[in-house]
């Protein structure tokens, strides 16, 4: 995948506002707990990049996936992971099923105030005892007239105290696990829906993360995206674009590298700076290496989702490595700080608490492990 002098000016765009947007900003929404996000979504929505592959129909620019990806790339300019995370939710998690196979309606009353940052939004489908395993989520939506009735309850919900809406995945019948379930707009306003206590995490401080409860939630039929039962399907997609969106985490990683070379160039011992010892620069080559090849993987899944093809193998792995490479970049670069590295404020260990979740979130990796095998049929029958 080549970026042509369109994709550079749209990452020039971003580049620029994260500079002076969000950047300055970081540290004491870090110490908050929480980003402005109706303030950050309404800044990037009046520059177009909360619906760069959304239909124009809608507000969005219309543009192929590759576009969405070199800004998704670009996030990771953001110097930490949880207002990024909080971007990515609006851009690639929360938004592409209703922007594909939603009605026309439903995309005019929540799909537009998305893209122009009027709204905040959010995906709900893991639950106390159904993270990873969606199949077993437990929250019901049952018809009563033209409506439904939600009863039930999500966890780890990024944005969810502060979102307009959230993008539901519930059971609609008594179906097979994998036709039983249905994705659903639901407005945070309506009688029922409650948020709990925002999580105190690890990491991604400034996201802010909460349980929520949806009790006797009565929503409209109409708001359900595409047809009934489907919703399974439609978030397995949703999930392809979830995990080709942990691109954003290459570029902190390649920053922590240049960090780390700057540091160790400076900090001496022994006589001698520590990046003169060749096991260092040798490992730091090592680790660029491992990025630039990342990328390409990237890249190809990229090519071939704009093609129309099935990419959850590619974006599998290239999930499973980018979590995999977050943990190896941030340990290694955090120990070539010394005890400068062990500080919370140091810049390579807030990466290090951050990037932690790739492996986790969206899927963990036994999960990646498991679709992968699948698709090499080495699973036993």
């Known amino acids: 995948m080549l970026f042509n002098e369109e994709h550079r000016e749209l990452q020039r765009t971003l580049r620029s506002f994260i500079d002076k947007e969000i950047n300055p900003h970081v540290d004491e929404w870090e110490n908050a707990g929480v980003t402005p996000l109706h303030e950050v979504m309404k800044k990037l929505g009046v520059l177009g990049l909360l619906g760069i592959d959304k239909p124009e129909a809608y507000g969005g620019l219309g543009l ?78 049952k018809k009563d007239g033209d409506d439904y009735i939600i009863n039930g309850s999500k966890m780890w919900i990024t944005n969810s105290t502060q979102a307009d809406w959230i993008c539901l995945l519930a059971n609609t019948s008594e179906d097979g696990i994998h036709r039983n379930k249905s994705l659903i707009i639901v407005p945070t306003n309506l009688p029922g829906f ?81 990046l003169d010892n060749q096991v260092v620069h040798f490992k730091l080559a090592e680790l660029q290496t491992e990025i630039e090849a990342l990328r390409s993987l990237f890249y190809r899944a990229a090519e071939q989702y704009i093609a129309g093809e099935d990419v959850t193998q590619l974006a599998s792995m290239a999930k ?12 290694s670069c955090l120990q070539y700080w010394g005890g400068m590295g062990f500080m919370w404020e140091n810049p390579v260990a807030r990466l290090f608490r951050d990037g ?11 999960i990646m492990l498991q679709i992968i095998a699948k698709g090499m049929d080495t699973l036993p029958k």
């Open 64 to 141: 192929d996936y590759s576009y969405a990806m070199a800004a998704t790339e670009t996030l990771g300019e953001v110097s930490c992971g949880g207002v990024k995370l909080g971007i990515d939710v609006q851009m690639a998690m929360a938004t592409p099923a209703l922007a594909r196979f939603g009605s026309d309606p439903l995309r005019e009353q929540f799909l537009r105030p998305a893209i122009t940052g009027e709204a905040v939004c959010s995906i709900a489908v893991s639950e106390v005892a159904a993270g990873s395993d969606v199949a077993s989520i437990k929250t019901t939506a």
């Open 320 to 331: 499973l490595k980018m979590g995999r490479l977050s943990r190896e970049v941030a340990d």
């Open 194 to 274: 409650s948020i709990g206590q925002k999580l105190d995490k690890l990491g991604m401080r400034s996201s802010d993360t909460a349980p929520i409860y949806l009790d006797n939630v009565r929503v409209p039929q109409r708001y359900r995206i595409g047809e009934e039962g489907k919703g399974f399907s439609y978030q397995m997609m949703q999930f392809q674009e979830e995990r080709l969106s942990t691109i954003s985490n290459l570029r902190p990683l390649e920053i922590a590298i240049e960090q780390t070379i700057d540091y160790c160039r400076q900090r001496q011992a022994f006589g001698k700076s520590i």
């Open 356 to 366: 932690r979740l790739v492996s986790i979130g969206g899927g963990a990796d036994e």
